[in-house]
Each structure stands twice: as structure tokens, then as C-alpha cells.
């Protein structure tokens, strides 16, 4: 079932158009992934099929309901946390959440959210003694806290440390396994491998492209590459003749094996019906950088400031 809906999504500020008739479906359970570079319009996509700001044209639905006209009844299902959100600093942790629970008939319990998001002991702390992951689980708190049923996280752990990050990746991947919607908004390539079940890739306002993260480095055209130690003796013919295999060429004691479609798939099968056993393995395939390069005509941008669109 289709839980979010938009079709032909179109927002400009004055002359300056920041989504242009931009379209997808989020399916229930998905993590949906709106991948790009800062300023490609995702942050706007997600204010208005979340009720913040109003589309120009468009169809919007979240279960159901119209963003522009069901404004509260979306609040009821769709939690929200956004990339420029911020607390008064001397606001403390359990009443931010206090405060976000009243705002809805049946909230989470909250001494239960504080201790599964790890935040237990920082009930009493004031927001600005936080540290960046601890403010981005209370964000993460503050968007589940009236249990909905579908929750945006925008640009979730820009600025996190690695440590944080995948901390936090793990608290994404806990909220889908109870049953949230989540659409995430990114312009990580890691993050959206690591989280996401689609990922629609937009660049200047536009979807240009929306499939599986593999499905999109497979776009990339490039070839994949297998490098191991064989166990045993392995005649380089029998891996040539493989239809999935363009080049065969050793490197000192490892073997390189170049090709595309399944061919990770087809070359283990090969060893295992050989009995060899393939040591030191390491598979380079086309990643999402890939897939933006290929399908854009340039590089992924690097992360710019906080706050652009």
C-alpha cells in the first residue's frame, strides 16, 4: 500500500523554481531514501508533503490525507524532524518531550522512549549541554513521541562523528522495525546505502532517477572487480569463459577478476564447484557516487552549510 503519494510536485521562491514537478510513492515499512546535494530541493519536497509549506501544483497524500487541507490530521500520523530544528537551550530533555507529547491524544510513553534512545540519564540535562548525537536521538524522540505512523528525518546525522552517525543509523533502522514509515532525507551516499530500501535521487528539483540503491549503482555502468588468493591451482580459463567475466590478470600472489551483471554470483559459484577457496576477497563495485556521476553528468558536490535547501 501506497503510504505517501505525490505526484507532480512544483515549489519556486519568486523566480528561483526548488522543485520541479517531482513524483514518487512510499510503500508501507519502506525506508525511502530522497538522496542529493544540498540545494536540490529535498528539504522543500518533505516541508510540503509534511504541511509546512504549501506546494505550488502538485498531489500530495500521507495515508490518505492532503497536507494543504488536512493539515492537523496529517500532524496525527506523520512525525517530523528537520535539518534546521533547534531548542531554547535551557529547555531540558524531558520537558521538550513533555511539551511535543501534549501536542497528541495517545503519546509513546516517555520515560520508556527516554531509556530506548539512550537518553535516560539526560532527562534533567538542558538542551545545550547535548552532545550532537544526543541532540539528533532527541530529535528522533520528538518525532516518534505521538506514535505515528510515518516519520521524516531530514539530513539526520550531518555533523555526527562516525560513531554517532551509526548510532543513530541503528535508531533509524529500530523505528522501521516497529512498524514506522520512515522517509529519509540525505545527501550521505553511505547513509542511504546503509538505511534504505528505495532512493529516489534528485538533482535541481528533479527526480532523476528512483530504485533500489544497488538498482542505481547498477545505472552506473562501471565494471565490478573481484580480488582474492586462490587456496588451490585455478586454470584463468574456466573463469574467462564465465559470460559475466571481461578480464582475468593476476597481481603477484592475487588473482583480479573483472566483469559486470552477477559477477560475484557466478565466480564464488565457480570456486565452490572447484573447491578453492577464495582468501583475502575484496569486491569493488559501482557505488551510489557512481550512480550520481553516471545519471547527473558531474560529481557528487561536497557537504555545504547547514540550512541550504
Not at 264 to 270: D, E, F, K, Q, R
Request: hydrophobic share 45%; charged share 25%.
Amino acid at each position: 500500500m501506497a503510504v505517501i503519494e505525490v505526484e507532480h510536485l512544483h515549489k519556486s521562491y519568486g523566480g528561483d523554481i526548488a522543485v520541479d514537478d517531482v513524483s514518487f510513492t512510499v510503500g508501507e515499512g519502506e525506508i525511502f531514501g530522497i538522496l542529493g546535494p544540498n540545494g536540490a530541493g529535498k528539504t522543500t519536497t518533505v516541508e510540503c508533503l509534511s504541511g509546512l509549506r504549501p506546494a505550488d501544483r502538485g498531489r500530495l497524500r500521507v495515508l490518505g490525507l492532503d497536507p494543504r487541507t488536512e493539515r492537523d490530521a496529517v500532524r496525527r500520523v506523520l512525525g517530523v524532524q528537520l535539518q534546521e530544528s533547534g531548542l531554547p537551550d535551557k529547555l531540558r530533555v524531558r520537558e521538550a518531550l513533555d511539551l511535543f507529547a501534549s501536542f497528541h491524544p495517545d503519546p509513546a510513553d516517555i520515560p520508556a522512549l527516554l531509556d530506548r534512545l539512550g537518553l535516560a540519564a539526560k532527562a534533567a540535562a538542558p538542551y545545550r549541554t547535548l552532545s550532537g548525537g544526543q541532540k539528533q536521538r532527541l530529535a528522533i524522540a520528538l518525532a516518534v513521541v505521538g506514535r505515528p505512523r510515518v516519520v521524516v528525518l531530514d539530513e539526520l546525522t550531518t555533523g555526527l562523528d562516525p560513531h554517532a552517525r551509526h548510532a543513530t543509523w541503528e535508531l533509524v533502522e529500530q523505528i522501521r522495525a516497529e512498524g514506522v514509515t520512515v522517509v529519509l532525507v540525505t545527501h550521505f551516499m553511505a547513509e542511504a546505502e546503509r538505511l534504505c530500501d528505495r532512493v529516489a535521487l534528485i538533482d535541481a528539483g528533479r527526480v532523476v532517477a528512483l530504485d533500489t540503491p544497488a538498482g542505481l549503482a547498477r545505472r552506473a555502468g562501471q565494471q565490478q572487480r573481484m580480488r582474492f588468493r586462490p587456496s588451490a591451482p585455478l586454470d584463468e580459463d574456466t573463469l574467462r569463459a564465465l559470460p559475466e567475466v571481461t578480464a582475468v590478470t593476476w597481481r603477484g600472489p592475487q588473482l583480479e577478476v573483472t566483469g559486470t551483471g552477477d559477477l560475484v554470483v557466478a565466480v564464488t559459484s565457480l570456486l565452490a564447484r572447484r573447491q578453492v577457496i577464495a582468501a583475502d576477497l575484496r569486491v569493488d563495485q559501482a557505488t551510489l557516487d557512481d550512480a550520481f556521476i553516471a545519471l547527473t553528468g558531474r560529481e557528487h558536490p561536497q557537504p555545504g552549510p547547514a540550512g541550504t535547501r
